[in-house]
């Protein structure tokens, strides 16, 4: 039945009939192209010039390790190379955590290491992988003689992020 008929029959008033409809197009290519300047010929120099690019954001130790295992934990990674859906939801914690204990950044260090060289498909094992895992350790084990630091979740985060990196 259409609809005409049934608002005929049920004696209802047609809202917007006759009234005049408004069609927005997109139009910020037209205008982009209106607002160019035209460009002016660069004045040749006598002098060499150089230019120098500065980085766009600012990268120290720290920031790259974040940067790195946020990609790695991300939704975006294949199921079968995602860590935070194989090895729990703690994982996503930990970015903001880095930078309150050494031993769980050497620990991070090495997860990031060892599932970049998981996902490349290497079968042995990068000797710099096996070099860092030694250097968490010992990390680790200092922060387990300190009364105070052994107690805290970072110390068990990180031993935790140590086991799965040997998986």
């Known amino acids: 039945m259409p609809a005409v008929s049934r608002r005929k029959r049920l004696s209802i008033d047609c809202v917007g009939h006759g009234q005049q409809r408004y069609k927005f197009k ?26 120098v690019q500065p980085n766009r954001t600012p990268c120290n130790a720290l920031s790259s390790l974040t940067s790195a295992f946020i990609h790695r934990i991300s939704q975006d990674v294949d199921i079968k190379f995602q860590l935070t859906w194989n090895f729990g939801g703690f994982l996503a914690a930990i970015p903001r955590r880095l930078g309150t204990s050494a031993a769980l950044d050497a620990a991070t260090d090495v997860l990031v290491a060892a599932h970049t060289g998981y996902c490349g498909g290497g079968i042995t094992v990068d000797p710099s992988v096996l070099t860092k895992y030694s250097q968490a350790l010992s990390v680790l084990r200092q922060d387990l003689n300190d009364v ?11 031993a935790l992020v140590l086991a799965i990196a040997q998986v």
């Open 148 to 158: 105070v630091k052994a107690r805290s979740s970072e110390c068990l985060c990180a």
């Open 26 to 51: 997109n139009q910020t290519s037209e205008l982009v192209g209106a607002r160019r300047p035209a460009l002016k010929p660069k004045p040749t120099c006598n002098h060499p010039t150089w230019i």
